[in-house]
């Protein structure tokens, strides 16, 4: 949401959107879905009622409102979740995605464990982010099945996980991978180190998660060494383009603190999500003069496959008619924690050439 | 009851009109949603309001009405309305199952044991995901098949209001039109006391069943077009916590009125755009307020009543009239009485044993009196007569019948009726209603054809009206058919009980202290309208203290006594019985002298005396308040007869080695 009032804010200041002879300023109108496929439908009723040119959700309603949405000419991006089944330009054509996506994740979490020759225990929850990761994470080690020595979901409102992380841990495991909430991958971590398991533990993107660390903050030792996936923050260009995002972001919003110390300093999470929700709107921006309207339908819908803009790490943010994903597959890299900051790793080629980011004040 | 017929078709006008005035997609939506929800609450109400069984499961069965519809709708290409068909057919297969199991129970257990499925069915939800979509849902998007029924279709964008109002009314008219109308009194009853329902014949549990039933496969028909409506089955929208708005909707309007859930979710609407305000005053989520604002009204509500808006808008309707009014008693057209023995019964509560080798023998077209002390058994008697306890030995005979085991429905079937103890007022209720629901002793299940209002239901209604009103004319209550059961004296509700029992055709009438309450003018009503019964050919069995009135009434007269019949005769002939005299009064000559001759050859059993127990002077009253165990010290005269008893092989003793520690 704040990655959508920033990009709108620094538009509208520079004089708005240039949408044919006339030049229109953007609003945001916020409409909690709470998770919820039926609110997210009749927010998007809404927001097509309210004449909205595009629709920004985190993913699970999606199902339900992309056709609302479509029948309207209204582009839906998605800013969260990943899963395979959600951005398909062919039946879908007006739903695009600025995510890391389940597939590329999955994929690049394969490439990178199984050659460590790991015996890997998969714990994913129920929530759609862990069904759809459990799904993923499968094909991806298709392959690889020797690899996998059990797969395990949970359900993601559990409060104990004990028999879970029990089971991976009988099942001669050797590394353990979580692919759930963050609250599930803080239960599993201080049910695998209170019992002593000190195997390696792998998350997807939620092991990023500050709540992961607030919930482990009475044992920081527990979460060294946590190695996650996220989707790269900074470009080949350096860290300069990022680290203006995160400038301008600050200064509207903040800086979000994470509530651990670290090194006796304030530990503070860097606007990483933020990032997908700026860039859609500056695509949405280009597709706008692109197409010469600020009114939804077809063509806007359109020129979205059809413009490329530099986003808010330096890369270059686009789709096009076959591929409405907006973060590459490749792009995923992994990052330890240490001391309840995180740096990425050094034997993965993609994370090792990337720089640290500030993480404390 | 016009009145509010009258409010019904003007929102139901109000609500067909909507769409000539709303134009907008999102609005038609909502306004088709809140017609499903009320739905949804209408069918609730049925469970909870009218048959008192208070359903938590609604969430459930609307869950798998939405779930299956859109199932089969987006992952089979089923046209929509047979999606929706076989989703209601689910729910009400899943309502059967559970009313099957929580007919019999208590209303709290009803509760909990609805609210279990309510979760089993989330949970179920979730633990499927690929059947199910998790978290996502299942949408149903665009269906390849249209409504073609109606020219229309279910279409992502405008919604199909006309459809959905169709059904929606269609439902809400068969539920008040016809259902509500045929069983509302039986309904009533069932509510307001199960046992006196039961007593009266009334299949309380076939009705419990039939609501519970019929409330799910509504709230699977709102759920299937919930679904439909909002083009995704939402794992969010269904389940414990739709149970748990549909309950608030119906108690917060008022359950088993008529206009209550439509009044419960305009509250709740309004409820919902108040918290909406307090929460963005408050910087928080409307969803957290939400709950809080409806429980605050919910529990000034109880505060003040708890019968719901409707109660507070409407004022009580209680129908008074002038004292006296009552009218004149109205014989009854001759019946054909039935035989009724009770032979050897006998039955024991615990350690305690209430009627031994009991035997009586009420004729056709007379009236029988049972009598004796407090605890001599008397109800318990009555009960095991009409069917209410199942004796351990002994039978019940009926016109020479023996009859199986039975329940006081079967048993109400059979012609025996039988009136309690207690008053029973059901707030609300007028005097003919009341009456009407007697009638569901012998009526046959109507349900399809009452769903479908056939001429036969009609007439039968018309039939059943009658036949409530004679019944009232013959306990001199004509006058007072339309006025509600708390308008009435305290004796013409007794009057009434017996009024109800008369509308199922009885042909033996069992009468639990009628006259408990009476003054000396209403004792004589009663005294009339028990002889016209009596003269009419109806067989009267009748448990009375008042022995004045039991002189002037009855035929014979059964004497009980610590749960043995101790005499038996007319009423000259049990007056002199030393047994009686001594039961009744207590004295230690009468005592003694009765307990000499327990165990003396030639002595009829009848007038042998159990003596078990201590007892003293007996007063009027009923119930079995003193019915107790041996008391583990006994008087110096109990404790004599017990040797008496030991040193003979009496039958107080033999009872005690019979049962030991039951």
Redesign the interface.
Known sequence: MRGTQLAAAQINAAGGVQAGNRRVRLGVRVL?S??????S??NV??A??LGAVAVLDEG?????SW??AN?AGVPIGIVYQG?TSLVDPVKRPNVFRIAPTDRGVSFRLAEYLVPKGVKIAILHD???YG?GGGAALAQAFARNRSSVTTTIAV?ASATDVSAEVLRARRSGATALLVWARPSIVALAIREARSTRWTVPIYAATSGGDPIVRQQLSDHPDWVDGLTFASSRLTSEKGPGPFNRFRSAYEKRFGVEKVGVRSGGKEVVQPPDEAMYSYDFVLVLSKAIEAAGSATPGPALVKQMADVDVQGANGDERSFNEVNHEGVVDDDVFFAVLRDMVWIPVKDDALSASLPAVRQTI | MRRRDDVLAMALAIGAAVPLFVHRGDLLTSAAKALLLLLAAMGLNVAMGYAGSPSLGQGGFAAIGAYTTAILVAQHRWDPVAAAIVGVVFSLVAAAVVARGVARIRPPFVALATWLFAWIAALAIAAFPSLTGGERGVSIGQPAVRFRALGAGWRPGPPAYYEIAIVAVAIVLVLHTNLIRRYGPAFAAVRSDPAAARASGIPVDRLRFAALAASGAIGGLAGALLALNAGVADPTSYGPLLSVKLFIVVLIGGSARRLGPAMGLIAVLVISRAASGVANALGSAPADIEPIVAGAVLAGLLLFGGDGLVDVFERRRVTRRAAGAGGPIVPIANVFGAALKGRDIGVAFGGVVALDDCSIAAAPGTCHAIVGPNGSGKTTLLRILGGAVVPERGAVVLDGRELPEGDPVSRARMGIVRTLQRTVVQQRTTALDYVIAGVEARRPPTFIRAVLSAPSVRREHRDVSKRARDALAAVGLAGVASATMESLTGAEQRLLQIARALASTPRVLLLDEPSAGFGVDAEGRLREVLAMLRNAGLTVVVVEHNLRLVREIADRVSVLDAGRVIAEGTVAEVADDPAVRAAYLGGEADRMRVRATQNVPGVPPRARGPLRGVRGQRSAGGGRGDRRRRPARASRTSRAADRAGNATGGRADQRGRRRPGR
């Open positions: 909690d709470e998770a919820s496929p039926e609110r439908a009749a009723r809404e097509v009622r699970t309603g999606v199902d339900a056709q609302i029948a899963g129920d929530s759609t069904t359900a």
